[in-house]
């Protein structure tokens, strides 16, 4: 399975102004530094929890369905919330696209799935890459949308990497106040 990001979020969760003020930096020289720190938590908190914080849509390939999709009629969307479904794509054996985007829903809350809601049951033809699936995922287009715990998780770990500038800090765990705050979102399994 593979996502992919069609269209990409329209803001940050965090606005550049605000993020300066949590850092109680009041110049203009490092917004640039400030901008790819805030954009970078937010990548990374999102990757860990399987959230889209700002909408944005997504194209999920996968090389054929999922174990169970034709039986339990349904498969788990990777990232959570979603809000609609754009398209489903299933492809023949040459790679002609077939559209059977009216054949599925999608069921929204924190554990999204995609639905077979009727018809026939769109097999692909070819092994690799033979499904495709564009939704819309996050909390809304604006950050006020977007959980307060989760924005203030952007700007502590921003914050985290704007005062240790260490390389050392990339590949490091989460600062414990930073996981406290993702923790509720994180996806649990079993």
């Known amino acids: ?12 969760p965090v606005g550049l102004a605000e993020a300066k003020e949590f850092l109680r930096v009041g110049f ?18 999102e990757a860990l ?13 996968l090389g054929c369905w999922p174990d169970g999709m034709y039986a339990g009629r349904r498969m788990r969307l990777p990232v959570r919330p979603a809000a609609s479904l ?14 059977v985007t009216d054949r599925f829903r999608i069921e929204t809350g924190r554990a999204p799935k995609l639905v077979w809601a009727g018809g026939a049951f769109p097999w692909p033809g070819r092994a690799w890459d033979g499904v495709e699936i564009d939704y819309v995922a996050g ?8 959980a307060a715990g989760l924005r203030l998780a952007v700007k502590r770990l921003a914050a985290h990497a704007y005062q240790t500038r260490d390389a050392a800090t990339i590949g490091a765990p989460l600062p414990e106040d930073v996981a406290g705050l993702v923790s509720p979102w994180r996806r649990v399994r079993l």
């Open 1 to 12: 399975m593979r996502v992919t990001t069609l269209v990409a979020p329209a803001a940050e």
């Open 28 to 45: 203009d020289g490092e917004d640039g530094l400030v901008g790819d720190l805030i954009a970078a938590a937010r990548g990374r908190i």
């Open 49 to 61: 929890a399987g959230l889209a914080m700002i909408q944005r849509t997504l194209r999920v390939t």
């Open 86 to 99: 754009a398209a489903v794509r299933v492809f023949d054996v040459e790679g002609a696209s077939a559209d």
């Open 139 to 146: 909390f809304g287009a604006a950050p006020d949308d977007v």
